[in-house]
């Protein structure tokens, strides 16, 4: 008898024992799922949220909006958004995006060949009041070709893609002094060949601080005479125009809007037909996009110059295969 209730004491020991092991990793899973669901929420709360904003372009724009999100993305400092714009009349109407939502626009549309396509005129002014108010908008490449009757869009981008008689054009001399010409001197703004072009910096600012004084960037189109209202404008860099005018035009520059942040470039070329081209590839370019989107979103800059970023006599590109193999 002795020995039967040793063993169902025993037995009930060790279910006991199991029982305590059972709740005990329960409660271990259950506190393991809670620290990350913290850890992904204070990960959310951290990283920076963009919006890009794309739809109807000359340029491929799904790919460079493609492209533009994996940079950002991979970096884990940004969480990227897209807003297509609609091509139906009906659902343009009711088209606008939560701006207020992100800390950064960035604008991927141009209708220079098609000026019927635009925003709907609540975007347009949802857009205004988002960066008048404090809100970073990045404008990528061709974006500043677009929307040339839209009189705060010209205000937001300062200078853009416009004829000879619309605005003051921006001069470099050799003396790096800016020269503003008038509407009707000199030409509408264009381009010639793209050439791997030298990046001078004209103005230090925290999107280039660390930068080398002058770097190459990759197979990119340099603007000569930009053109538009110009004010509240600072322009960061500029670069030898060797295959139209030979002369010194701006690459880079940021306006002031109100309360709100604007970075506007002729970087970011990418072609129909083209796939991740090395204007893209540059690491030069990836880590201004990278920079200038941070500062966009909080008036700082702390993403590092990398130790690989192109200097004045050489190219830096990363390989075709990592932005390829990244949409498989």
Same mark, same amino acid.
């Given at each position: 008898?002795?020995?039967?209730?040793?063993?169902?004491?025993?037995?009930?020991?060790?279910?006991?024992?199991?029982?305590?092991?059972?709740?005990?990793?329960?409660?271990?899973?259950?506190?393991?799922?809670?620290?990350?669901?913290?850890?992904?929420?204070?990960?959310?709360?951290?990283?920076?949220?963009?919006?890009?904003?794309?739809?109807?372009?000359?340029?491929?724009?799904?790919?460079?909006?493609?492209?533009?999100?994996?940079?950002?993305?991979?970096?884990?400092?940004?969480?990227?958004?897209?807003?297509?714009?609609?091509?139906?009349?009906?659902?343009?109407?009711? @088209?606008? #995006?939560?701006?207020?939502? !992100? *800390?950064?626009? =960035?604008?991927?549309?141009?209708? &220079? +060949?098609?000026?019927?396509?635009?925003?709907?005129?609540?975007?347009?002014?949802?857009?205004?009041?988002?960066?008048?108010?404090?809100?970073?908008?990045?404008?990528?490449?061709?974006?500043n070709n677009a929307f040339a009757q839209w009189p705060e869009?010209?205000?937001?981008?300062?200078?853009? @893609?416009? #004829?000879?008689?619309?605005? !003051? *054009?921006?001069? =470099?001399?050799?003396?790096?002094? &800016? +020269?503003?010409?008038?509407?009707?001197?000199?030409?509408?703004?264009?381009?010639?060949?793209?050439?791997?072009?030298?990046?001078?910096?004209?103005?230090?600012?925290?999107?280039?601080?660390?930068?080398?004084?002058?770097?190459?960037?990759?197979?990119?189109?340099?603007?000569?005479?930009?053109?538009? #209202?110009?004010?509240?404008?600072?322009?960061?860099?500029?670069?030898?125009?060797?295959?139209?005018?030979?002369?010194?035009?701006?690459?880079?520059?940021?306006?002031?809007?109100?309360?709100?942040?604007?970075?506007?470039?002729?970087?970011?070329?990418?072609?129909?037909?083209?796939?991740?081209?090395?204007?893209?590839?540059?690491?030069?370019?990836?880590?201004?996009?990278?920079?200038?989107?941070?500062?966009?979103?909080?008036?700082?800059?702390?993403?590092?110059?990398?130790?690989?970023?192109?200097?004045?006599?050489?190219?830096?590109?990363?390989?075709?295969?990592?932005?390829?193999?990244?949409?498989?």
């Amino acid at each position: 008898m002795k020995r039967v209730v040793t063993i169902a004491l025993l037995f009930l020991g060790v279910n006991f024992c199991f029982s305590q092991i059972s709740k005990y990793n329960a409660s271990k899973a259950a506190n393991t799922n809670t620290i990350k669901a913290e850890n992904l929420k204070n990960t959310l709360q951290k990283t920076i949220p963009v919006l890009i904003v794309d739809g109807f372009s000359n340029h491929d724009w799904k790919q460079t909006t493609a492209v533009i999100k994996w940079m950002l993305e991979k970096t884990g400092r940004f969480r990227v958004d897209v807003s297509t714009v609609p091509l139906d009349s009906t659902q343009l109407v009711n @088209w606008k #995006p939560a701006f207020s939502k !992100y *800390a950064v626009v =960035i604008q991927n549309t141009n209708n &220079i +060949n098609t000026p019927r396509l635009r925003w709907s005129a609540g975007a347009e002014r949802a857009l205004e009041q988002y960066v008048n108010g404090g809100g970073g908008l990045y404008i990528l490449h061709s974006a500043n070709n677009a929307f040339a009757q839209w009189p705060e869009y010209n205000k937001m981008i300062g200078l853009g @893609w416009r #004829p000879s008689t619309v605005g !003051y *054009a921006l001069e =470099i001399d050799s003396a790096r002094k &800016i +020269n503003r010409l008038p509407p009707g001197e000199g030409k509408g703004t264009g381009h010639g060949d793209r050439f791997d072009a030298l990046i001078q910096i004209l103005n230090r600012h925290p999107i280039n601080q660390g930068y080398p004084a002058q770097w190459k960037t990759a197979y990119t189109e340099v603007y000569h005479y930009p053109r538009g #209202p110009a004010e509240n404008l600072t322009v960061l860099s500029y670069a030898y125009d060797s295959s139209a005018t030979h002369k010194l035009w701006p690459v880079e520059w940021v306006v002031k809007y109100g309360k709100g942040r604007v970075y506007n470039s002729s970087m970011g070329h990418l072609w129909t037909g083209e796939v991740y081209p090395p204007a893209y590839r540059c690491v030069g370019f990836q880590t201004t996009v990278i920079r200038a989107t941070e500062w966009l979103a909080t008036g700082k800059v702390s993403y590092p110059v990398p130790k690989n970023f192109p200097a004045k006599e050489s190219l830096s590109l990363n390989k075709e295969s990592e932005f390829l193999n990244s949409q498989k």
